[in-house]
Nanobody, 123 residues
């Protein structure tokens, strides 16, 4: 079974930066798109960013465009989310995800999920 393990979440002040990592293992397909979702307290899980395995295509939620950057290192089987200019509204549990479907579908969901890592942005 596919296993995704996130790391890097922590408490950070508004305006600061964090980089989240997602290490993938198990029986994954090398061409599967990967992405990040987040869920704030009392809210539904929402799409944040996605990247094709080659890195040639990326998608971002409007709320994070210009601030977050998704990237990957296939040699390490790892996906990253660089988060800059963080706002209190970014506070959420961030989930790494892998999709068996085309990258454009990841705005609506994914197939495999990590356990999540907490990001808290203070004022």
């Amino acid at each position: 079974q596919v296993q995704l393990v996130e790391s890097g979440g922590e408490l950070v002040q508004a305006g600061g930066s964090l980089r989240l990592s997602c290490a993938a293992s198990g029986r994954t397909f090398s061409n599967d798109p990967m992405g990040w979702f987040r869920q704030a307290p009392g809210k539904e899980r929402e799409f944040v960013a996605a990247i094709s395995w080659s890195g040639s295509s990326t998608y971002y939620a409007d709320s994070v465009k210009g601030r977050f950057t998704i990237s990957r290192d296939n040699a390490k089987n790892t996906v990253y989310l660089q988060m800059n200019s963080l706002k209190p509204e970014d506070t959420a549990v961030y989930y790494c995800a892998e999709s068996l479907r085309p990258i454009w579908t990841m705005r609506r969901g994914a197939d495999y999920w990590g356990q999540g890592t907490q990001v808290t942005v203070s004022s």
